[in-house]
């Protein structure tokens, strides 16, 4: 199968601080793939080489099949990039917008014409096009910008949080426009903090002071973090503090974490459990669940430091 990006032993250091540390990985050409970890955690550096704004310490890559080192230009032409800090600008209209995009990337005129009607359709965007960017809603913001940088058809999108601080309603508007480029081969490698947005892709990454420290798709993912049983306790009332203490010093819970307003506990011996329900859990409803990706980040990134 071919690969879109190709990372091996990438690493990057700012003076003693080494903020991605020998990172191999591949992405598969029409794959939406998520890049997961907490701030600081080397996200944005290493989409930041593979757009060739940052040269690596060492390492290999390749992006489109080209190595950003032997051409940067060629790579910039082939690469599509949101950053996670909104980058059009506010006292500009629209059109404004889109056209500055469009001479950066020296398009000719007609096909600017095609490419930003095809884009505009994509997001199938309702405003005036003459209003200034600033007076439109963040949602609708993100998604201009996402039309200007397919303005020039790359072949690979790199979405760093294209999604932080607009609505639920946005965010799901926004995925299914990710979605329909993915169907149409395009690339997708997105960062992102929300895990029910991290549902969407087909293989998930994540980064743990600089390193990835699990890749797999969320099923697996899922699966393979725990291999235990896991619980969801929802207090009634107040619920009986006493009764969760007892039940962290249990030898069948492996761990038991605030979840929200309830508790998750992942169980070991789930015999054992039972007896501990049973014998304690009147003011908490209690239920078997699945993994969410989120307990699977808590478990791995957090839990692991």
Same mark, same amino acid.
């Given at each position: ?38 701030n600081g955690a080397g996200k944005t550096t290493t ?5 060739g704004l940052l040269t690596p310490t060492s390492g ?27 980058? /059009?600008? %506010?006292?500009? %209209?629209?059109?404004?917008? /889109? ?9 000719? $005129? ?17 405003? $005036? ?21 397919l303005l020039h058809d790359p072949d690979i999108l790199? /979405? ?30 997105? %960062? ?31 699966? *393979?973090?725990?291999?235990? *049983? /896991? ?56 239920? *078997? ?17």
């Open positions: 199968m071919a690969y879109s990006v190709e990372v091996k032993n990438l690493t990057v250091k700012f003076g003693e601080f080494t903020a991605v540390d020998q990172v191999s990985f591949n992405v598969h050409a029409g794959e939406i793939f998520g890049f997961l970890g907490a989409i930041r080489v593979l757009c290999n890559v390749r992006v489109a099949g080209l190595d950003p080192a032997e051409g940067l230009e060629a790579v910039k032409s082939r690469v599509g990039y949101m950053s996670q800090k909104f980058t /059009l600008y %506010t006292d500009m %209209t629209v059109d404004e917008n /889109l056209d500055f995009a469009a001479a950066l990337h020296k398009i000719p $005129k007609e096909l600017y014409r095609r490419r930003r009607k095809e884009g505009m359709d994509i997001i199938a965007f309702k405003e $005036k096009t003459g209003r200034l960017v600033r007076e439109l809603s963040g949602g609708t913001k993100q998604e201009v910008s996402l039309v200007a940088s790199f /979405l760093d949080e294209p999604t932080a601080g607009v609505s639920p309603v946005s965010r799901a508007r926004f995925w299914s426009i990710i979605r329909a480029l993915s169907q149409r081969d395009k690339t997708v490698f997105v %960062t992102t903090h929300y895990m029910d947005e991290a549902e969407y892709c087909g293989r998930i990454a994540l980064m743990r002071d600089g390193r990835i420290v699990a890749l797999d798709s969320p099923a697996s993912l899922k699966k *393979s973090t725990f291999p235990e *049983s /896991l619980f969801e306790l929802t207090a009634r009332s107040q619920g009986d503090k006493r009764w969760l203490e007892a039940l962290r010093k249990s030898k069948a819970v492996l761990s038991l974490k605030p979840y929200g307003m309830r508790y998750h506990a992942v169980i070991s011996d789930v015999g054992a459990w039972r007896r501990l329900v049973r014998n304690g859990a009147d003011d908490f409803e209690v239920r *078997s669940i699945q993994p969410s990706l989120e307990d699977v980040f808590i478990r791995v990134v957090e839990e692991k430091k």
